[in-house]
């Protein structure tokens, strides 16, 4: 049995919103308890800001063009998908590799992931667009 492509699209959608929102509770650790300072000093700068802050604030994009996908034509989003998992492992690495803190010429964590989540919706939208005016020229 497979799911449908609104479905997994449905689900990617879901999954990023709950993304930002691990990094914004990351974020801000008392408002779940996680932390009992004031000051939000309680975790240490690795969660801070090299997954909180790029959960957050570098991932903003995805909840909507996933939930565009779940408009697209079902051979539209299967061609996505392949070319979405090749695409998205050059950007993963990129971001796995960066710093938590940036230095003077070195971008930090948040900025690569900010700039990797859009270079890879750009990307998509120029391919979904592609494969629609191919379809449409048969």
């Not at 497979?2 to 914004?24: D, E, F």
Request: glycine share 6%; hydrophobic share 55%.
């Amino acid at each position: 049995m497979t799911m449908n492509h609104r479905v997994v699209a449905g689900l990617l959608c879901l999954i990023a919103a709950l993304g930002i929102l691990t990094g914004y509770l990351l974020l801000h650790p008392t408002i779940v308890g996680l932390c009992t300072d004031p000051n939000n000093n309680c975790l240490s700068e690795f969660w801070r800001y090299g997954v909180a802050k790029p959960l957050f604030w570098g991932t903003q994009w995805l909840p909507f063009f996933f939930f565009a996908l779940i408009f697209v034509r079902k051979e539209v989003f299967q061609s996505w998908w392949k070319f979405g998992a090749l695409f998205a492992i050059l950007p993963l690495l990129l971001i796995i590799v960066s710093p938590p803190l940036g230095e003077m010429f070195t971008p930090d964590r948040t900025l690569i992931t900010e700039r990797m989540v859009q270079l890879f919706v750009i990307a998509s939208a120029i391919f979904i667009g592609w494969k629609y005016w191919r379809i449409s020229k048969r």
